[in-house]
């Protein structure tokens, strides 16, 4: 048995399929029959084209584009004769001129002056990638598309590899690396795929095929176990299964304590489609919609029509409800390639969200420019991700107000009635967010992120995941203040952090006054259910309680009681 971080909740049972991160080495080497080389290299280049043919067929539009880029590369009499050339020339095996060939054409489009041009060299690297694993015989799996049902168990998945996981095929996955509150963990939550991570060294100790059978609450995996026990969780699985069923019939009810106390409850989304399932499973609201997910997972910056269509398919979805839509926070662990952001010694606390933003204008403009457009569809509210400080919002909200008098100007209509607001996920907002609150329309608290600056633990570090406490007395003391400055100018004060779905902390949150709680589609209704049997006036004695206690350990025993 392996016990790592119970990331996201569930019962799989399943066949493992272990994506081992292989370096790999081309070796240089003489041939003799250069006919028989170029025709190896051919029938790669006629794998790698069925294999993009067949992702093409399972994704997006924007994917598509790419992919079709991708077919294009693959016709290249410049890459093809520059293979073939070189075998002939120098009788040196295909791998080795392919890697030659590769790593050219990288160095010239990278050296390019045109910012689009330059963005190519990560499509000619992916290209090239996928043909030298043709060449060499290796399996290259299409996580978007498997064969059968599988338990994925790699060293990390990136937020871009769960966004793209085989929904219907992906069991679940373990990891080596990552935290609770890491974005692939957050995606699995939100696609309601059992994660389990954190635990190191699991793909030297997992066979491709062994049966793994693992609970994503509690973090415990099982390999290749006893009938019995597998029998046994199978059973847990489907009574899972039938109490998420029973909760349905609160689906449309009020989120209300038992003395009358109405909160929001809404879902937190990366994508429309995620909006459906918020939608299906009881949100109020969105309180969170991640919209980097949208500039991910592709090679250039998706441009103001596509995310346009994005925003206007939520607003849609959601009709009267309201939808908060966060601006652009890139960093951290959510990379963007195609930018060429340098690599930093602390991504969290570096050039990131509304840092870029600010710094890069036009980025910032284009989306503002598609979100103000799309507000007439629906309850259209801004949030600015990643506020320390007030200049930051004045500078967001002049940008906001360049972009509108621009619109003006060219007739395009947009709501006047779209609140704005920051997120309050660094403790610097925090400290004067009585300041703050006089100029922005709500806060919406971002707990991932306030743990791991308030107590200075990295939220992707699964070494000092012991660390990265929610019960932190500094942490809830922050909360407090937040919501009560909030209050006291007048403002509604959400959370869209991992806390706001956490069972034990709903109780001291919703006595601390919360007004919004925004979380995973899944933990939605469990969330109302457990509201409804609360009395608000004893969660704020609770709360009160709580705010006099020093330690975690005393917090998590009075709330898990
Ligand atoms: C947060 O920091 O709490 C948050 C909601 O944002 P993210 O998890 O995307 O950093
Ligand atoms: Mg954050």
């Not at 969780?233 to 109490?243: I, P, Q, S």
């Not at 304590?257 to 399932?277: F, H, T, W, Y």
């Amino acid at each position: 048995m392996y016990k790592g971080i119970g990331a996201s909740p569930g019962i799989a049972v399943g066949k493992a399929l272990l994506l081992k991160k292989e370096d790999i080495i081309i070796e240089r080497k003489s041939i003799r029959n250069e006919m028989e080389e170029n025709e190896r290299f051919h029938k790669a280049l006629d794998k790698t084209k069925e294999q993009i043919e067949e992702i093409k067929k399972n994704t997006g539009a924007a994917q598509q584009e790419i992919m079709d880029a991708h077919l294009m590369i693959l016709e290249d009499p410049e890459l093809i004769g520059g293979v073939e050339g070189a075998v002939n020339a120098e009788k040196i095996n295909a791998e080795a001129a392919l890697q030659g060939v590769i790593d050219t054409f990288v160095a010239i489009f990278e050296s390019m002056d045109n910012e689009y041009m330059r963005e190519r060299a990560a499509d000619i690297k992916d290209v090239g990638q996928r043909i030298m694993m043709n060449l060499l015989g290796k399996e290259h799996p299409n996580l978007a598309k498997l064969k059968e049902p599988v338990v994925i168990v790699a060293h990390d998945l990136t937020p871009s590899d769960t966004a793209q996981l085989d929904r219907e095929n992906v069991l679940g996955f373990v990891t080596e690396i990552g935290g609770r509150t890491s974005h692939s963990a957050i995606m699995a939550r939100t696609m309601e795929i059992p994660a389990v991570l954190g635990l190191k060294a699991i793909t030297q100790q997992i066979k491709n095929g062994d049966i793994l059978v693992f609970d994503g609450e509690e973090g415990i995996v099982l390999v290749n176990p006893e009938e019995p026990v597998i029998q046994q969780y199978t059973e847990k699985r489907v009574k899972l299964a039938e109490e998420k069923q029973a909760l349905r019939k609160l689906l449309n009810s009020n989120t209300i304590s038992k003395d009358g106390k109405k909160v929001e409850l809404g879902g937190n989304i990366g994508n429309p489609r995620d909006a459906q399932k918020a939608h299906e499973s009881g949100a109020e609201g969105i309180g969170l919609y991640r919209t980097e997910f949208l500039y991910m997972d592709r090679t250039s910056l998706p441009s103001e029509e596509e995310q346009f269509e994005a925003y206007k398919a939520v607003l849609e979805i959601m009709g009267e409800r309201p939808v908060v839509i966060r601006t652009l926070d890139i960093g951290g662990d959510k990379e963007l390639p195609y930018m060429n952001l340098p690599k930093e010694m602390n991504p969290f606390l570096g050039y990131r969200a509304i840092r870029i933003c600010l710094d890069q204008k036009e980025i910032f403009k284009t989306q503002l420019r598609a979100l103000l457009r799309a507000s007439v569809y629906g309850n259209l509210k801004i949030m600015y991700p990643m506020i320390s400080s007030l200049e930051e919002v004045r500078a967001a909200n002049g940008i906001m107000e360049e972009v509108k008098q621009e619109l003006n100007n060219e007739r395009k209509e947009w709501s006047s009635d779209i609140e704005v607001g920051i997120m309050i996920e660094i403790p610097a907002a925090a400290v004067i967010s009585d300041i703050l609150a006089m100029e922005v329309d709500f806060f919406s608290i971002g707990t991932n992120d306030l743990i791991q600056y308030t107590t200075a633990v990295d939220r992707m570090n699964e070494k000092i995941a012991h660390l990265y406490n929610p019960f932190n007395p500094a942490v809830l003391r922050l909360i407090k203040q937040v919501i009560d400055n909030g209050h006291k100018a007048g403002k509604w004060v959400g959370m869209c952090g991992e806390v706001a779905g956490d069972k034990r902390l709903i109780p001291v949150l919703l006595g601390m006054g919360l007004d919004e709680f925004s979380m995973s589609a899944g933990a939605i209704l469990p969330a109302r259910k457990q509201i409804q049997a609360l009395s608000y006036e004893e969660m704020k004695a609770l709360a009160d309680q709580v705010l006099q206690l020093g330690t975690a350990e005393e917090i998590e025993k009075l709330l898990c009681e």
